[in-house]
């Protein structure tokens, strides 16, 4: 068993009794989705509202906001857990939700550091603005390439970071940055995300690269 697959079975174990909760209330997993979505929008709402403080030499109310901003993203993120475990607990899994946390899950993650690259546009951290839109980049490559190995019957989970590394790391340094007043944890989140995101779609690009040509070797040979 991996990390993950230990991290998650302890997840479940608590969030077990909010998603029974969740069950008896009515709440089905489309809708959890849609509010994990609407957190990160309202993160990315608090991002701005940083980015506009910095802009008015106001360092403390914009490290401030930028920590809360952290805080709603890893709230979302439970929500965005949590909608899988209700979806199988409760026996409400269909094509449409598939697609549907898929998306707004891309969504979500592209409008949260949208957020975080007007910050340091506005703060004057013109470079660090331009790699957080490569960690973007990166963020939606890894998710694409899977999909795409997936239409095409690969299994496609190798990497370093997937999206629950990705939403970690971007909560925990923007609540340091909150709470230590220094822009520089965000900055560094963004350049491990930007590293090692675009590092995950390239060796899945790898990954599905041997696959079919092991697949298309496999097929010749049979036609020969």
Not at 33 to 60: K, P, S, W, Y
Not at 125 to 147: D, E, Q
């Amino acid at each position: 068993m991996n990390y993950r697959d230990f991290l998650q079975k302890v997840i479940y174990v608590l969030i077990n009794p909010l998603i029974r909760g969740m069950i008896r209330v009515g709440l089905t997993p489309n809708l959890v989705t849609f509010i994990g979505f609407v957190g990160n929008v309202v993160a990315t709402a608090f991002f701005i509202q940083g980015a506009r403080e910095l802009q008015m030499g106001h360092n403390d109310a914009a490290m401030e906001a930028v920590g809360w901003g952290g805080v709603i993203i890893l709230a979302a993120g439970l929500f965005d857990m949590m909608d899988g475990r209700l979806a199988r607990v409760g026996n409400m899994s269909s094509s449409f939700g598939a697609l549907w946390d898929s998306t707004l899950d891309r969504y979500s993650e592209m409008v949260s550091l949208f957020g975080i690259s007007v910050v340091f546009l506005y703060g004057g951290w013109f470079w660090t603005g331009i790699i957080t839109y490569a960690a973007i980049l990166g963020s939606v490559m890894v998710s694409y390439v899977r999909a795409r190995a997936e239409g095409l019957r690969i299994e496609c989970k190798v990497g370093l970071l997937q999206r629950p590394e990705r939403v970690v790391i971007t909560a925990v340094v923007a609540m340091v940055s909150g709470c230590t007043g220094q822009l520089w944890w965000l900055a560094a989140g963004m350049v491990v995300i930007a590293v090692l995101a675009n590092l995950t779609a390239i060796w899945r690009i790898v990954h599905c690269y041997r696959q079919l040509s092991r697949k298309d070797a496999l097929s010749k040979s049979a036609n020969d």
